[in-house]
């Protein structure tokens, strides 16, 4: 059953440009990970949050592809342009409600 993962990203306001073009490499791997099937970016320019908006075909293909993420260290690279942890919720879809 599809997914939907949101991931609230509190980027600093002076780092914001910067933070979002080390995303938007990174993105490119995102989309193409195996049960990935959408990816979107919305920036609050205020507040420099960026949210994440990501379906996947199974909670499994999400978790696989965030352990992977964690291995190669994209967290740890994008620490020091956030300003607060990063806050991710999963969410099933309800299609026939």
Do not use: N
């Amino acid at each position: 059953m599809s997914v939907m993962v949101t991931l609230e990203l509190p980027a600093k306001p002076e780092c914001l440009s910067e933070f979002l073009d080390v995303m938007r490499e990174a993105l490119i791997d995102t989309r193409a990970y195996q049960g990935c099937e959408k990816v979107e970016t919305f920036v609050e320019e205020s507040t420099g949050k960026v949210l994440l908006v990501e379906l996947w075909e199974t909670a499994g293909h999400q978790q696989t592809y965030m352990e992977w993420r964690m291995e190669t260290g994209l967290m740890d690279a994008i620490g020091g342009f956030l300003s607060g942890a990063p806050v991710a919720r999963t969410f099933s879809i309800k299609s026939d409600v």
